[in-house]
């Protein structure tokens, strides 16, 4: 399968789990406020990747797009609601080509309509019990209450590194944060959700947590370099605003292990700033010193490499699955992280 | 923000007349091991991580459920532990002894001739003997499939230490069928133990594709302590 047409795929599955969490918002008031700001964020156009994975991996081991939208729904839902979260607690000003939820109405109403996209997540995972039974329902339930879970903790770890300004992260502290924050709830329970739905619970999930971590590790740290050195209009974020936001990317980690006393002062001095504060000169720099001592060639490399390792697990897993479109977009999603250029 | 200048590692020229890059500068084995050395740090954080997140789910357990009086019974406490060995089973070393005996009996008796085999239909004396400590999976296992069990130790005294080093034998099945020991990993391999403090160990079970059906059994035991000795139990089914 080409690259087109696995992002063909992937938005099309994309689009029916947008249809799918329309009809779980409640037409009701308070609208302005609350329920017409719930559709904003999925609206704006998100890749739809964790649905994707999940709705694929079920097919794959023979089930049915009806049997996972909605739990494809409910990833969607909190998947937004942590962005939304996650765009007050970062301070950041766009998303998805947008002014964040924060900035276009204000924080608390923002971390408000991210609570109400929680509650709301639960609906679709309750609906589950008719259409799956209750077995496989209660395992969905356990799955992403251990993703919501893993990803706050991670969003701690992150979070408190910053708030200590800690500059003495290693490789394996960032994996251990990505891991959390990210893999679980990107790659690893979608896979795992799917695999569950499409096998009736047949098939022991335990042996996806490599694939959906190296998978959703290479993919963190892909969006990480995209935040460096993409087209703005493409990534939809601020360039460089990780850097501003003193975000511990695998990049900034590298550089403050490799860079020279005086610069190490420098990037220290600049991390103790105040985000709203810092100057993007200062940022400029810093992106500067990444250049010079390999840090994002470094993080490429890496990616690659976990990508790479992310295909052997694929192989290896889906082996013994019968050939299928949806097995093909699966693997066509990692060769596209595989061969992805910047 | 700029654009990065070119990635450093790009170093090969294209050749005019349409040959082949040169790629004789790429040390593969350096490259090979870079990747390696990624990917298995990567895989440790992993496996940390989940063995962090069984213990913390047994803990939560722990303190929602009447230890004390599953394990002043022996035979509860085994009885639990054989209905809860899904993922994670609760094993503490303050079991071991109760229970070491009746493994004694047990390996004896697989050791020992058929026909000398203990009357096992169940009487008095034996049924006064621990039971012995059978690790397996919630269900069996098809060939080329893997199962994690866990396994938790705790010391109970509060100034004690020790270390714990599980040894491993091979699986060993119906006619004499045998699954070589590499089948089964243990994580870590040795583990300081303090009083009052709960270690995990994780052990994990790879089947071979082709392994034939039955049941197989291996033996797991302490290699400072003897007496610490448990059956690996795996049921293959095809």
């Known amino acids: 399968m080409d690259e087109i047409q696995m992002k063909q795929m992937l938005a099309g599955y994309g689009a029916e789990t947008l249809r799918g969490i329309g009809s779980f918002i409640p037409n009701k008031e308070p609208g302005k406020y609350l329920y017409d700001l719930i559709a904003d964020y999925p609206n704006r156009g998100g890749k739809g990747f964790r649905p994707g994975l999940c709705i694929a991996t079920c097919k794959a081991f023979g089930g049915t797009l009806k049997e996972a939208k909605f739990t494809a729904v409910s990833l969607e839902l909190l998947h937004n609601s942590f962005l939304i979260h996650d765009d007050v607690e970062d301070d950041s000003f766009y998303r998805r080509n947008k002014p964040t939820m924060h900035q276009a109405n204000n924080k608390a109403i923002a971390i408000n309509v991210g609570d109400a996209m ?15 039974g209750d077995k496989i329902a209660q395992q969905l339930f356990l799955e992403v209450q251990h993703m919501v879970l893993e990803c706050a903790e991670g969003q701690a770890l992150e979070l408190g590194w910053r708030k200590d300004n800690n500059c003495s ?3 394996t502290d960032y994996m251990r944060m990505i891991l959390k924050k990210t893999c679980w709830y990107t790659c690893i329970h979608p896979i795992r959700m799917g695999a569950i739905i499409g096998s009736k619970g047949r098939t022991d999930p335990e042996k996806f947590n490599r ?3 190296f998978m959703g590790a290479s993919f963190q740290i892909q969006d990480d370099i995209l935040n460096l050195v993409a087209d703005e209009e493409k990534y939809g974020k601020e360039i460089g605003g990780d850097i501003l936001e003193g975000k511990r990317t695998l990049m900034l980690i590298h550089l403050l292990s490799h860079c020279q006393p005086r610069e190490l002062k420098f990037i220290k001095d600049y991390l103790t700033v105040p985000i709203l504060d810092r100057k993007e000169a200062d940022a400029r720099e810093i992106f500067s010193l990444m250049g010079k001592y390999g840090s994002v060639a470094y993080a490429k490399e890496t990616s690659k490499y976990l990508a790479g390792a992310a295909l052997k697990e ?4 889906f082996s013994q699955v019968p050939d299928s479109v949806d097995k093909a977009f699966l693997e066509s999603i990692i060769l596209y992280m595989i061969n992805r250029n910047y | 923000m700029p654009q990065q200048k070119n990635d450093q590692r790009k170093k090969g020229k294209s050749r005019r007349g349409g040959r082949p890059e040169d790629t004789s500068w790429i040390d593969t084995d350096k490259v090979v091991n870079r990747a390696q050395r990624i990917v298995s740090s ?8 989940i063995a962090a997140g069984i213990l913390a789910a047994k803990r939560i357990e722990k303190k929602l459920i009447d230890v004390e009086e599953i394990r002043s019974n022996p035979d509860d406490l085994i009885n639990r532990i054989r209905r809860d060995s899904h993922e994670a089973l609760d094993l503490y070393i303050d079991a071991f002894a109760s229970v070491s005996g009746k493994l004694n009996t047990i390996i004896e008796a697989l050791k020992s001739d058929p026909a000398e085999k203990p009357n096992t239909t169940g009487n008095r004396s034996q049924k006064q003997k621990p039971d012995a400590v059978v690790l397996e999976p919630d269900g069996p296992l098809k060939p080329g499939e893997s199962c994690t069990l866990s396994l938790i130790v705790y010391e109970d005294n509060v100034g004690a230490s020790g ?3 599980l040894r491993k034998s091979d699986l060993v099945g119906p006619n004499n069928q045998v699954v070589s020991q590499r089948a089964i ?4 391999k040795t583990l300081m133990l303090k009083g009052q403090v709960e270690k995990e160990i994780s052990i994990n079970v790879k089947l071979p594709r082709r392994v ?4 197989y059994n291996a033996l797991l035991t302490d290699i400072d302590n003897p007496l610490i000795r448990m059956i690996l139990a795996i049921q293959v089914t095809q």
């Open chain 1, 314 to 317: 694929f192989y290896t897993h």
């Open chain 2, 42 to 49: 990567a895989v440790n954080v992993l496996e940390e991580e």
């Open chain 1, 118 to 132: 929680n509650a709301l997540s639960m609906l679709p995972l309750n609906r589950n019990r008719e259409l799956l």
């Open chain 2, 212 to 215: 034939l059906p039955g049941i």
């Open chain 2, 163 to 165: 270390k714990v080093s």
């Open chain 2, 185 to 188: 990993t243990i994580m870590p």
């Open chain 1, 169 to 171: 992260l290693v490789k």
């Open chain 1, 211 to 213: 694939l959906g971590y």
